[in-house]
């Protein structure tokens, strides 16, 4: 048998082999937590613990998937297969499966994503003929989401003064109606966002003490991963099911609690000695990833935070590279330095583009990132764009599985009710809908009752409307004898959508008929996994249907990714790691971000925030920052952030020449680094030096003054400076008067022909 003990230090054994009662694991980042709980696992089901009675709660299927298959190597795949071993919302989704009717749900209730969500909710705000620019669906949502985490139903918020009166003073009281036919129809629809998968467990458990009870019998061992994420929703019902064996061990850092604007709580992991007074405690502090100069600094940097479990991190590899520090005069120009430094790293250490990350605090960052990435062919991919699950062509083809296996799911139906073309109109939905709301049914429903009422729909109409149904009753016939794959290529090529994708000659018709390719390809892909995980039986669409509700951007992986820059927000960084990491965007009010600094408890979220962007690097950080930054097409002056000052001066490159006191507040003669602007090197800083650097890779520095002239003094030969595009050398001018154009050859960014009158460049005296 493998021996899996003699892999881990004294603590990690402790963590693994103490496995009876309440156990709280402190996991410092790269402390190696993930094989912790695996092994922890495993011993219990080398000690004879069956895996049915294990419970095992992750933050993502990919992390779930990956632990598993380290347990079979260990326990064998058919043991692993019979784990209860997932996401909080794919666990108890199951768990509703089972027993959903009891609250009135169809045991295949679709799950709405959050597209489907927002989709409802602005048909509700039209019907209650609000305005949605007051209303905006996002807002609506995440608010209805908040008072889901915080167990709030509809009937608690209507009743709750102080929520309402919180409504009246942002001019939205009619949130509490609209959260109500939210509720009302997503049940008619027989269907439940992720948000409800955890409120209607927690139903189900206060309701049902009987299916409360036999899940505390069930599970005798239960183990959450990253804890200090969990919501309020989450830890009751993991403290519920613990209740009567008490065998539960949260796994996490109170220093990586980053997701309060998801509803977690950092009070769950911070009080859980208060929960179990007995509990024991195990500190994972060595760090196995980053070097001691990225595990030293991220300490002087959290130690700022009072609350927080004391622990100190520590790292035994090699003490490692120094933070570079990159300053620039606009964000264009950092996107211009990071890109050239990226290059810069390849071709001297030899690794992959893969092993570099760019993060950012604000999604909208990546604009300037991609724009200059793309320009100097540097291969990248944008985690939190567009997932291949959002596609248009992806959706509606999901809409034709999700309406076969739930009838009464009204977002399905209406995304593809007239895909492809049938000649049903908005006018007859609208009527439809009327219908359907008038007798409280779904709109399945009501076409099958059209033939009997007067609906104000036309007859050739309703022989649409009827085939259509008729046509979608035959993949519903097929969902338990066929698998998943027959049934989802019958409905592909029997219902047109095909048929529509191959008349589209141009790239973007044929991307998309890739794209469904894909996904079938995918559903087979599911199938043999499934197969090769043990699985008895047809796998069918049911089955997929719900892997695919549950997946998210950082679960799926695509091989064309394998060799790109990942660039994302800090958010999407959370669990994985990079060899070299820039953190970009460091300023005042935008990292940490101008909300944040209002409080004290949301300031030290983002100093978590900073310290877990820090912790993603195994080799080395390298930190920029504007000095200007565009906001709503108006250049503003920016001020580093404080977070940098906060850095232990000895961990960064020329610390020696970078005051403490002023790196947060750089006066206006002066730079990041205390020097003058005209002498500031403008590139990333290196050595003890501040003497600029030879290569092409970056900018050159202005020796002399900047001098603005008119645009018939600029020549060729001139060296000129221009705001975006940093320093370069005039090689062609054309034209005159308003036409005039100069051809530049700038250091960072090549070369460029500018329209003088609007160029501004500047000559280098």
């Known amino acids: 048998m493998h021996d899996y003990l003699s892999e881990l230090s004294d603590v990690q054994r402790q963590a693994v082999t103490n496995t009876e009662g309440p156990s709280l694991v402190i996991a410092s980042a790269g402390s190696g937590k993930t094989r912790v709980l695996t092994y922890r696992i495993a011993h219990l089901l080398t000690q004879g613990v069956a895996p049915w009675s294990i419970l095992s709660l992750t933050f993502t299927n990919k992390a779930a998937k990956e632990m598993k298959e380290r347990i079979a190597k260990i326990v064998g795949e058919k043991t692993a297969s019979q784990l209860w071993m997932g996401t909080f919302h794919s666990i108890f989704a199951r768990i509703l499966r089972n027993e959903a009717e009891k609250l009135g749900f169809n045991k295949n209730f679709t799950i709405y994503d959050t597209a489907d969500s927002k989709n409802l909710i602005n048909q509700i705000i039209k019907e209650l003929k609000l305005d949605p620019q007051l209303y905006k669906a996002s807002e609506v949502l995440s608010r209805i989401s908040s008072a889901k985490n915080n167990l709030v139903t509809p009937q608690a918020y209507a009743s709750n ?370 197969k090769e995980e043990g699985e008895e039986g047809t796998v069918t669409l049911v089955d997929y249907l719900e892997n695919v509700a549950l997946l998210s951007d950082l679960d799926t992986d695509n091989p064309d990714d394998k060799d790109k820059v990942s660039v994302m927000t800090i958010h999407s960084s959370k669990g994985l790691e990079f060899d070299y990491v820039f953190l970009t965007g460091l300023e005042e009010n935008l990292f940490p971000s101008n909300i944040s600094t209002q409080s004290a408890d949301e300031l030290e979220e983002e100093r978590r925030l900073f310290y877990v962007a820090l912790t993603r690097a195994a080799k080395r950080i390298t930190i920029s920052c504007a000095q200007t930054r565009y906001k709503w097409g108006v250049p503003n002056n920016s001020n580093p952030s404080r977070f940098i000052a906060e850095i232990d001066p000895q961990y960064i490159e020329s610390s020696t020449d970078f005051p403490g006191d002023s790196r947060s507040k750089p006066t206006e003669s002066n730079d990041l680094f205390g020097r003058s602007k005209l002498q500031s090197s403008r590139h990333a800083i290196s050595g003890t030096s501040f003497q600029p650097k030879t290569s092409t890779s970056a900018p050159a520095v202005p020796k002399g003054n900047l001098q603005t002239v008119l645009p018939d003094a600029i020549k060729d030969g001139n060296e000129v400076y221009h705001e975006k595009f940093g320093q370069g050398k005039v090689i062609a001018v054309e034209g005159d008067g308003a036409n005039k154009k100069a051809t530049v050859q700038f250091h960072a960014a090549g070369q460029k022909t500018l329209l003088l009158k609007y160029a501004n460049l500047k000559i280098v005296t």
């Open 161 to 530: 003064t102080q929520i309402l009166a919180q409504d009246a003073k942002n001019r939205k009281s009619e949130i509490s109606r609209i959260y109500t036919l939210y509720m009302q129809y997503c049940q008619k629809a027989s269907a439940m966002d992720f948000d409800d998968l955890l409120l209607n467990t927690n139903v189900i458990f206060r309701d049902f003490p009987e299916v409360l009870e036999a899940y505390q019998r069930k599970f005798k061992y239960i183990l959450v991963d990253e804890y200090q994420d969990t919501n309020y929703s989450q830890y009751l019902i993991v403290k519920k099911l613990a209740t009567n064996h008490r065998n539960v061990c949260v796994v996490g850092d109170d220093a990586q609690s980053i997701y309060s604007f998801r509803g977690a709580k950092i009070e769950n992991i911070l009080n859980f000695r208060n929960d179990y007074q007995d509990y024991k405690l195990f500190k994972l502090e060595q760090n196995y990833r980053s070097t001691q100069t990225i595990v030293n600094a991220a300490n002087s940097v959290i130690e700022k935070n009072l609350k927080q479990i004391k622990k100190v991190a520590y790292s035994a590899n090699d003490v490692g590279e120094k933070f570079k520090l990159i300053q620039s005069y606009t964000d264009q120009e950092e996107g211009f330095l990071v890109a050239s430094e990226i290059l810069s790293i390849v071709q001297q250490n030899h690794c992959k583009y893969s092993d570099i990350a760019i993060l950012y605090r604000t999604n909208a960052q990546s604009r300037i990132f991609e724009e200059t990435l793309r320009k100097r062919n540097i291969p990248y991919k944008v985690y939190g764009s567009l997932s291949f699950y959002q596609r248009k062509e992806i959706k509606d083809l999901l809409a034709y599985f999700r309406l076969a296996v739930n009838p009464n799911d009204d977002e399905a139906l209406r995304r593809i009710v007239n895909y492809p073309a049938r000649g049903i109109g908005d006018t007859t939905m609208q009527h439809l809908t009327e219908l359907a709301n008038h007798n409280g049914i779904s709109l399945w429903n009501a076409i099958g009752q059209l033939n009997k009422v007067n609906s104000g729909i036309k007859v050739p109409t309703v022989k649409k409307l009827m085939d259509f149904t008729q046509l979608v009753g035959k993949y519903q016939a097929m969902i338990y004898t066929a698998d998943a794959y027959e049934t989802a290529y019958a409905i592909a090529n029997n219902s047109g959508i095909l048929n529509d994708l191959k008349l589209d000659k141009s790239p973007e018709g044929i991307s998309r008929l890739q794209n469904i390719e894909e996904l079938i390809n995918g559903i087979r892909e599911f199938i043999d996994s499934k």
